[in-house]
């Protein structure tokens, strides 16, 4: 297993994405999975920043993978606020233009993108997102 | 990120370029809340060079639109969007709240 700790705030982005995407290169995912790989990670980086920590520079965010036989096992950590998003239907865009109400699309996309997910509570405070991407499988 | 804008004769065009996460969405809603508060409300966002852009960059979006169709005085409408970006759109339900152009002069041309 690979690992990295990065500030929780959203510079990070750019070095969390790269470290995953390399991941992903060895570990033989396809371009259109490292993209849909890219959007989760990037949700789950935002959820913890604005979530788990209520802001930026609140506390570090450490990343690992685990290259496994039919794709990748990639862990979030952080030491923030426990919170446990659940599985959520598409928010309504248009019923936002009507209340204002952000959110909950993050959380959907996490869901949408990969192929397990799993919210729990670190066990030294905190929160664990683990999620796997599986290689497509050819026709 | 990088925005370039043109003000072109019945609308502005936008053309967005790189990657629209929550580090770089704020910079685009500076632009969005420009363009809005000279009362342009007719806007073409040219996604061609568009590589991503995630649920913050979407936010950002939805409410420009929302200011936009305010008093039914303009429209966001987007351009050139790449396939996989379209995906996510799509899978969010932005057809419904959003026009999608091929091309950005078919985009412009529907003012």
């Known amino acids: 297993m690979k690992k990295i700790s990065v500030p929780g705030c959203f510079s990070s ?19 259109n999975d490292i993209f849909e790989l890219q959007v989760a990670v990037d949700e789950a980086t935002a959820n913890i920043i604005d979530h788990a920590y209520g802001g930026e520079n609140k506390g570090e965010i450490d990343c690992c993978y685990e290259i496994i036989p039919d794709g ?30 952000e959110g ?36 | 990120m990088q925005t370039k804008v043109i003000p ?50 979407m936010w950002v ?3 420009a639109q929302k ?6 005085r303009g429209e966001l409408v987007l351009a050139e969007v790449p396939k996989r970006i379209f995906d996510i759109l799509d899978l969010a339900g932005f057809d419904e709240v959003f026009k999608f152009f091929e091309s950005t002069a078919e985009a412009v041309g529907n003012f």
């Not at chain 1, 950590?77 to 233009?97: A, S, W």
């Open chain 2, 8 to 57: 072109l004769k019945r609308c502005v065009l936008v053309e967005v370029s790189g990657r629209v996460d929550s580090d770089t969405a704020p910079q685009l809603r500076e632009e969005l809340n420009k363009i809005t508060a000279g009362d342009n409300y007719k806007i073409v966002m040219d996604c061609n060079k568009l590589e991503f852009i995630s649920s913050a960059g």
């Open chain 1, 72 to 101: 990748l096992k990639i862990e979030l950590r952080d030491h923030g606020i426990p919170f446990k998003p659940k599985e959520v239907k598409p928010p309504e865009l248009l019923n936002h233009t009507l209340t204002g109400k």
């Open chain 2, 61 to 63: 979006l939805v409410n």
């Open chain 1, 13 to 31: 982005l750019e070095t969390i994405r790269e470290f995953f995407t390399h991941a992903a290169r060895q570990a033989g995912l396809t371009e």
């Open chain 2, 67 to 72: 200011r936009c169709k305010r008093f039914n």
């Open chain 1, 104 to 139: 909950g699309l993050g959380v959907f996309f996490i869901y949408q993108m990969m192929d397990d997910v799993c919210f729990s509570l670190n066990e030294d405070g905190g929160n664990l997102l683990s999620m796997i991407k599986r290689k497509e499988i050819a026709d």
